[in-house]
């Protein structure tokens, strides 16, 4: 029994796929499936059901999963500390990132931090902010950036950068010529919104004591802000942005980007780990690294925001 078999276990209970499992641990399915086998056989059980689309594991299973969970997070921990007596900032660092910060904060970090530390493994995963919360309970990442909220006094919280919020207006729109947008100016517009249990929408919908936040999702279920702001810039609705995508637009689509009347709403971006997290070193790292890719702006909250 060793920890690989652990660890290859836990990839085929999280992806339900032995060849997604597989691709996710860097080896090739047949080595993964032996690995797996090799354990079974040792312990006298069928860990997993391979009968079943997706897999599942068995009721002996689930405890041997549950268990080996255990093992790694603390042999993990072993690692961690050896790493940080070092001051090391090599060996694999796992992140969950918000998709909505995602595609416009790490490329203004990530690639250079790579450069920068071609010893150091981060491997970046999209989840919204309960899967990250659950993740990181379980160990299945190491830090997950996400939007301060006030139930997260079970984590450490490193404040990273405010982040103000934009109108994203068509030119169709009646809303298009207002210099800014108040929020009763979008009770009756057409909106484009992510679905319930992104931090994102849900922010914004009670800041702006949106009544038509349901109605937006009969049109078009689970979009993403990009397709939103394709419909948008095709003539139709509106939609909101973060401040970070601002940074990406060409000339022709700022044209489209609206201010909020002051107060502005903003969220605060923070990085979230374990309270018994080892690797301070590069966790101080990663927190310099982003601070310093994001504008001197966003460096505090401004007198016009408002946190939402």
Known sequence: MTLQQMEYVLAVDRFRHFAKAAEHCRVTQPTLSAMI??????????IFDRGQQPVCPTPAGVLVISQARNVLFQAGRIRDIIEEEKHSMSGTFNLGVLPTIAPYLLPRFFPQLMKKYPQLDI??????????????????IDAGIVAGLSDM?????VPLFYEPFHVYVSRESELFGREV?????????????????????DQ?????????AKASQMAYHLGSMETF?????GGRGITFIPGLAVLQLSEAQKELVHAFAIPC???????????????QTLKETLVREIRRAVPSEMQELQSTQVLV
Do not use: Y
């Not at 086998?37 to 069928?46: A, D, V």
């Not at 970046?124 to 993740?135: L, Q, R």
């Not at 709403?265 to 690797?279: A, G, M, N, S, W």
């Open 204 to 212: 914004l919908v009670r800041f702006c004591q949106l009544k038509a």
């Open 153 to 157: 006094d079970e984590f450490d919280r």
């Open 123 to 140: 491997r970046v995963v999209e989840m919204k902010t309960d899967v990250i919360k659950s993740a990181l309970r379980t160990g299945e």
């Open 181 to 201: 947008i108040r929020t009763s100016d979008l009770s009756g517009a057409q909106l484009w919104l992510l679905d319930e249990g992104h931090c994102f929408r």
């Open 265 to 279: 709403p903003t969220r605060q971006l923070i990085l979230l780990t374990h309270k018994d997290f080892v690797r």
């Open 37 to 46: 086998q090799k354990l079974e056989e040792e312990l006298g059980t069928k």
């Open 229 to 233: 702001m394709r419909m948008v810039e």
